[in-house]
């Protein structure tokens, strides 16, 4: 479930307090007096079994006394009463409650999480949804609902808050209070027994009253919908999200360096990003990133991380320079041009360079003059100007003089984003003001303005990302998941943890990821006989399915370079680790090639699998240090090589592998492509629970993991029935709908759902139809479609829409035509739209995609599929009609009919 019935919790016309009490200091008498004072024009009736009114309003003895079925029902009694006096209320019609109890299965009570399963199933009849159990409650200021037990209500604004903590409500409730921030909605959240945080992302990405949405998170529910959720929220506005517990103390033993990496924190962090939300760390920048976002103008480019400095101190200019570079920005280069401007505006003494120095007596004149010319220094992409108060300047004329010559810079459409930051408190005070009034961001110390504008980087970079066009994968032959699946089965059946080495790499060979050849022996006189087959040099390591560390009990030898060599360090291996690990098994050694790549850099490529998030992707730098260097990066799959790009740059061995002094770039075209076969591994393989590629050599001439380790999973944990991509958080390209159609005169077209890299191919799609058929399809005059319209036709979520194209059977890398539903996030939904190109029309193309992709909206469950019809455009009206749609005529505009296709 997701946004149904979420108006009857914010939009309410009717209220019913359950549990108003007059006791002193107890839940109900706080609940009745917020909501009494709140100013809600409406009806709100208080059910107290004994008292005759409270707050001065009748009172009811139970529900079945209620005048009216309230919209919203607020409940604070005892645990054992909330389940039948939902059920009274969803009878009754009511459609939404927040229930502010607690006991219904915190901290592991067995007669709680009982009481939470009677909860849910007397709602779930009446599809009436519940905030809570265990919350604070909640606050919409708009429409004067205080419907919470916190100390203080928020004030009105545009700000949705949603938190599972209760006590975060009311530390952000004074906080916000004494800065003048609102609230469109405030909502504690408690346990999640139903209303979750996908919900409310869903509900809130279309509110337009709110502008941005901040998050405090400590856990997800359901991390596909809560993906799906996020990122069609972040499109559309700002999400913020401060997670709880980032240091928790769960990650305690890791059975491989993967598992010691790729801790909880990190994989919520990759979720977060790849969601396209900021996370940030402190209520203070939290409010302070909303706010940057709110009032900087938007910066243009992901990578646009230079910053000029203006000042009147030299010493704010290096912490602001030192802020800057820890946080991954650069100082702007300033062009000659630029600085000739500035010698030109400015004493001979000013700093000739970035930062800025104007000198302490700078006047507003100097100030304006100086950032005249940044704002038109190409190659710088925000300004900070600052101010320290002296006594022969007045730091509100300063102000001043930087408030009309932003304001000049934007009338001729130079729309830089320009931070202030002006230090002291009382003399600081005014030009705080001044500047808040003209909405441009102001801080108090050079540290929080840098902060800020590493914000609006990170945010631009997370939105890009989300719409890049993303480069094709090269054709290849598909992965062996049966070949790779038999190897993992036959390790359950023997009752494996691990797989062995020489099996792991069969199964990285089975997906395209390079490995170097290994083969096996059962003792020395074996290992001696395959190193001969192999040729010298060789590696020798010891083959036990119960040492995973290898070389931490001395099992690996390089470079050996004779048979003597081999004989005498397997024998003294083998004595090691009888010493080291007396129970182990020995299977024998692992005698692999020598792979000899000097100057190839040591990486790490690794697989596990999160409680909540599911299968995560490893990158970084690696060898034996691994842990120490703790150089990483985590993303969540399924990848495309844009997003194995990023997940690389991430990380510091990234500048390593562009190349450095004579040393040639890596080929990171081959890593990506070994992290994109990793991602859809684990989309293939629910067997798998963990992957470490430790060393993956990577040069100029590409990749190849010297060592490989599975883990696997017992068979009992694997459920045949389920798909292994349910495992992930997003769901990944759906093989499955690949297929192909006939065309009416024969023709045979391969259709498959779109991808991302068919960005171009989708632009050239619309390049090919007629300005009337643009016309048709777009309801207005439209020359082509751009990028990023481009891009969201292309970069979908799969969980939620679906677009299957038709190729050009000549030039498979050509479409013809696209037909594509969106789903609402209740799954029960979607509306259509085709293209076909103009030159093919009259084929039966569109006919066909239309066909398909309703046959599979039938198959996922949707109840209908509708759209909007020109009633000019024949053509689809009269497809509508042999595929079984209702038609109507808009009542709004008689120009349109709106068609429905109902299911079952």
């Given at each position: 479930?997701?946004?149904?019935?979420?108006?009857?919790?914010?939009?309410?016309?009717?209220?019913?307090?359950?549990?108003?009490?007059?006791?002193?200091?107890?839940?109900?008498?706080?609940?009745?007096?917020?909501?009494?004072?709140?100013?809600?024009?409406?009806?709100?009736?208080?059910?107290?079994?004994?008292?005759?009114?409270?707050?001065?309003?009748?009172?009811?003895?139970?529900?079945?006394?209620?005048?009216?079925?309230?919209?919203?029902?607020?409940?604070?009694?005892?645990?054992?009463?909330?389940?039948?006096?939902?059920?009274?209320?969803?009878?009754?019609?009511?459609?939404?409650?927040?229930?502010?109890?607690?006991?219904?299965?915190?901290?592991?009570?067995?007669?709680?999480?009982?009481?939470?399963?009677?909860?849910?199933?007397?709602?779930?009849?009446?599809?009436?949804?519940?905030?809570?159990?265990?919350?604070?409650?909640?606050?919409?200021?708009?429409?004067?609902?205080?419907?919470?037990?916190?100390?203080?209500?928020?004030?009105?604004?545009?700000?949705?808050?949603?938190?599972?903590?209760?006590?975060?409500?009311?530390?952000?409730?004074?906080?916000?209070?004494?800065?003048?921030?609102?609230?469109?909605?405030?909502?504690?959240?408690?346990?999640?027994?139903?209303?979750?945080?996908?919900?409310?992302?869903?509900?809130?990405?279309?509110?337009?009253?709110?502008?941005?949405?901040?998050?405090?998170?400590?856990?997800?529910?359901?991390?596909?919908?809560?993906?799906?959720?996020?990122?069609?929220?972040?499109?559309?506005?700002?999400?913020?999200?401060?997670?709880?517990?980032?240091?928790?103390?769960?990650?305690?033993?890791?059975?491989?360096?993967?598992?010691?990496?790729?801790?909880?924190?990190?994989?919520?962090?990759?979720?977060?990003?790849?969601?396209?939300?900021?996370?940030?760390?402190?209520?203070?920048?939290?409010?302070?990133?909303?706010?940057?976002?709110?009032?900087?103008?938007?910066?243009?480019?992901?990578?646009?991380?230079?910053?000029?400095?203006?000042?009147?101190?030299?010493?704010?200019?290096?912490?602001?320079?030192?802020?800057?570079?820890?946080?991954?920005?650069?100082?702007?280069?300033?062009?000659?041009?630029?600085?000739?401007?500035?010698?030109?505006?400015?004493?001979?003494?000013?700093?000739?360079?970035?930062?800025?120095?104007?000198?302490?007596?700078?006047?507003?004149?100097?100030?304006?003059?100086?950032?005249?010319?940044?704002?038109?220094?190409?190659?710088?992409?925000?300004?900070?100007?600052?101010?320290?108060?002296?006594?022969?300047?007045?730091?509100?004329?300063?102000?001043?003089?930087?408030?009309?010559?932003?304001?000049?810079?934007?009338?001729?459409?130079?729309?830089?984003?320009?931070?202030?930051?002006?230090?002291?408190?009382?003399?600081?005070?005014?030009?705080?003001?001044?500047?808040?009034?003209?909405?441009?961001?102001?801080?108090?110390?050079?540290?929080?303005?840098?902060?800020?504008?590493?914000?609006?980087?990170?945010?631009?970079?997370?939105?890009?990302?989300?719409?890049?066009?993303?480069?094709?994968?090269?054709?290849?032959?598909?992965?062996?998941?049966?070949?790779?699946?038999?190897?993992?089965?036959?390790?359950?059946?023997?009752?494996?943890?691990?797989?062995?080495?020489?099996?792991?790499?069969?199964?990285?060979?089975?997906?395209?990821?390079?490995?170097?050849?290994?083969?096996?022996?059962?003792?020395?006189?074996?290992?001696?006989?395959?190193?001969?087959?192999?040729?010298?040099?060789?590696?020798?390591?010891?083959?036990?399915?119960?040492?995973?560390?290898?070389?931490?009990?001395?099992?690996?030898?390089?470079?050996?370079?004779?048979?003597?060599?081999?004989?005498?360090?397997?024998?003294?291996?083998?004595?090691?680790?009888?010493?080291?690990?007396?129970?182990?098994?020995?299977?024998?050694?692992?005698?692999?090639?020598?792979?000899?790549?000097?100057?190839?850099?040591?990486?790490?490529?690794?697989?596990?699998?999160?409680?909540?998030?599911?299968?995560?992707?490893?990158?970084?730098?690696?060898?034996?240090?691994?842990?120490?260097?703790?150089?990483?990066?985590?993303?969540?799959?399924?990848?495309?090589?844009?997003?194995?790009?990023?997940?690389?740059?991430?990380?510091?061995?990234?500048?390593?592998?562009?190349?450095?002094?004579?040393?040639?770039?890596?080929?990171?075209?081959?890593?990506?492509?070994?992290?994109v076969r990793l991602s859809e591994l684990a989309a293939e393989l629910a067997e798998v629970a963990e992957v470490d590629i430790n060393p993956l050599l990577a040069d100029s001439r590409g990749v190849v993991a010297l060592d490989a380790r599975v883990k696997v999973k017992p068979s009992?944990?694997?459920?045949?029935?389920?798909?292994?991509?349910?495992?992930?958080?997003?769901?990944?390209?759906?093989?499955?709908?690949?297929?192909?159609?006939e065309l009416l005169d024969g023709t045979t077209v391969r259709i498959r759902p779109v991808r991302p890299e068919d960005e171009p191919a989708i632009q050239e799609l619309y390049r090919h139809l007629t300005p009337e058929d643009m016309r048709l399809r777009f309801f207005a005059p439209?020359?082509?479609?751009?990028?990023?319209?481009?891009?969201?036709?292309?970069?979908?979520?799969?969980?939620?829409?679906?677009?299957?194209?038709?190729?050009?059977?000549?030039?498979?890398?050509?479409?013809?035509?696209?037909?594509?539903?969106?789903?609402?996030?209740?799954?029960?939904?979607?509306?259509?739209?085709?293209?076909?190109?103009?030159?093919?029309?009259?084929?039966?193309?569109?006919?066909?995609?239309?066909?398909?992709?309703?046959?599979?909206?039938?198959?996922?469950?949707?109840?209908?599929?509708?759209?909007?019809?020109?009633?000019?455009?024949?053509?689809?009206?009269?497809?509508?009609?042999?595929?079984?749609?209702?038609?109507?005529?808009?009542?709004?505009?008689?120009?349109?009919?709106?068609?429905?296709?109902?299911?079952?």
């Amino acid at each position: 479930m997701s946004v149904r019935n979420l108006d009857r919790l914010f939009k309410p016309t009717s209220l019913a307090l359950i549990g108003a009490s007059k006791r002193a200091d107890s839940v109900g008498r706080v609940v009745a007096r917020n909501l009494f004072k709140g100013g809600f024009d409406g009806p709100i009736m208080p059910v107290h079994p004994k008292h005759a009114a409270i707050e001065g309003t009748l009172a009811y003895r139970s529900v079945g006394e209620l005048p009216i079925a309230p919209d919203l029902a607020v409940i604070c009694t005892p645990p054992d009463s909330v389940a039948g006096l939902i059920d009274e209320l969803g009878a009754r019609g009511t459609r939404a409650a927040v229930v502010i109890t607690a006991g219904f299965g915190e901290g592991g009570s067995e007669a709680g999480a009982e009481r939470r399963q009677r909860l849910l199933d007397a709602a779930r009849p009446y599809t009436l949804r519940l905030v809570g159990p265990n919350c604070v409650g909640v606050q919409l200021p708009r429409l004067g609902i205080d419907a919470s037990f916190s100390h203080a209500a928020a004030a009105p604004g545009d700000l949705a808050f949603l938190t599972q903590s209760g006590a975060m409500v009311t530390a952000m409730l004074d906080w916000a209070g004494s800065r003048s921030i609102g609230f469109s909605h405030v909502v504690s959240l408690g346990d999640m027994a139903d209303v979750d945080f996908g919900d409310l992302l869903d509900y809130l990405a279309l509110d337009p009253g709110t502008r941005a949405i901040l998050l405090y998170v400590e856990g997800v529910t359901q991390a596909r919908k809560f993906m799906s959720a996020c990122r069609a929220a972040a499109r559309a506005k700002p999400v913020i999200v401060i997670k709880g517990g980032r240091h928790a103390e769960g990650a305690k033993a890791a059975s491989s360096h993967t598992g010691a990496l790729a801790g909880s924190d990190a994989v919520y962090d990759a979720a977060f990003r790849r969601a396209g939300a900021l996370r940030v760390y402190t209520l203070e920048e939290l409010f302070d990133a909303a706010e940057t976002l709110a009032t900087a103008a938007p910066i243009r480019r992901s990578q646009a991380d230079r910053l000029a400095i203006l000042t009147n101190g030299g010493g704010l200019g290096v912490l602001a320079t030192d802020a800057l570079i820890d946080q991954g920005g650069r100082l702007a280069e300033l062009a000659p041009e630029t600085l000739q401007a500035l010698d030109a505006a400015l004493p001979a003494t000013w700093s000739h360079g970035n930062p800025v120095d104007v000198i302490g007596d700078a006047p507003g004149s100097r100030y304006a003059e100086a950032l005249e010319a940044l704002l038109g220094d190409p190659g710088t992409d925000a300004v900070l100007v600052m101010n320290c108060p002296t006594a022969v300047a007045d730091s509100a004329e300063a102000a001043g003089a930087v408030i009309d010559t932003v304001r000049a810079a934007r009338g001729r459409q130079v729309r830089r984003p320009v931070f202030t930051a002006w230090l002291g408190d009382r003399a600081a005070r005014e030009s705080r003001q001044l500047f808040a009034a003209n909405r441009l961001p102001t801080y108090d110390t050079p540290e929080r303005a840098v902060r800020a504008f590493m914000h609006l980087v990170r945010y631009r970079r997370g939105q890009e990302e989300l719409l890049e066009t993303v480069p094709s994968i090269p054709e290849g032959e598909r992965p062996d998941s049966e070949a790779a699946r038999a190897l993992l089965r036959a390790a359950q059946a023997e009752g494996r943890a691990w797989l062995t080495e020489p099996e792991a790499k069969r199964l990285l060979e089975c997906y395209g990821i390079p490995t170097v050849r290994t083969l096996t022996a059962a003792g020395v006189d074996e290992a001696a006989a395959v190193a001969g087959e192999l040729g010298y040099p060789v590696a020798l390591k010891i083959l036990s399915p119960d040492i995973t560390h290898k070389s931490d009990i001395g099992g690996v030898v390089l470079d050996l370079e004779s048979e003597a060599e081999l004989r005498s360090h397997g024998e003294a291996m083998l004595r090691r680790a009888r010493e080291a690990k007396p129970d182990a098994r020995l299977d024998g050694f692992s005698v692999q090639e020598m792979c000899r790549r000097p100057g190839a850099l040591e990486l790490i490529l690794g697989l596990i699998e999160d409680r909540q998030f599911g299968p995560a992707i490893l990158f970084g730098q690696g060898g034996t240090a691994v842990e120490v260097l703790r150089d990483k990066a985590i993303g969540l799959p399924p990848l495309n090589l844009g997003l194995a790009r990023s997940l690389m740059a991430e990380t510091r061995v990234h500048r390593l592998l562009s190349g450095y002094r004579d040393t040639a770039p890596a080929d990171l075209d081959a890593i990506a492509l070994a992290l994109v076969r990793l991602s859809e591994l684990a989309a293939e393989l629910a067997e798998v629970a963990e992957v470490d590629i430790n060393p993956l050599l990577a040069d100029s001439r590409g990749v190849v993991a010297l060592d490989a380790r599975v883990k696997v999973k017992p068979s009992v944990e694997v459920d045949p029935g389920v798909s292994p991509a349910a495992r992930l958080a997003i769901r990944p390209y759906p093989r499955s709908l690949e297929q192909s159609g006939e065309l009416l005169d024969g023709t045979t077209v391969r259709i498959r759902p779109v991808r991302p890299e068919d960005e171009p191919a989708i632009q050239e799609l619309y390049r090919h139809l007629t300005p009337e058929d643009m016309r048709l399809r777009f309801f207005a005059p439209r020359a082509e479609i751009g990028h990023e319209s481009a891009a969201r036709m292309t970069q979908i979520d799969y969980d939620r829409e679906m677009a299957l194209v038709g190729l050009d059977p000549d030039d498979p890398a050509q479409i013809l035509g696209i037909a594509r539903i969106a789903a609402d996030p209740d799954g029960r939904t979607a509306e259509y739209a085709v293209a076909v190109r103009s030159a093919i029309k009259g084929r039966g193309l569109g006919y066909l995609l239309m066909r398909r992709i309703l046959a599979y909206a039938e198959r996922r469950g949707l109840k209908e599929v509708h759209g909007d019809v020109l009633t000019e455009n024949r053509r689809m009206l009269q497809i509508c009609n042999d595929l079984g749609f209702e038609r109507s005529l808009d009542p709004q505009d008689h120009q349109v009919v709106k068609v429905v296709k109902r299911f079952g």
